[in-house]
């Protein structure tokens, strides 16, 4: 599913920006949640 998003991505900078975001946001939440539930 990942390799899908990054052929997508590659396609325009556009694409590659919301994309990174997008990542960025799912580890920030994910370090979140380790954070408050250890």
């Known amino acids: 599913m990942a ?5 997508a991505c590659t396609l325009c900078a556009k694409c590659l920006i919301l994309c990174m975001v997008n990542h960025l946001n799912n580890v920030m ?3 979140i949640h380790n ?3 250890q």
């Open 3 to 7: 390799q899908k998003y990054e052929k």
């Open 29 to 31: 939440k994910k370090l």
């Open 35 to 37: 954070t408050l539930y």
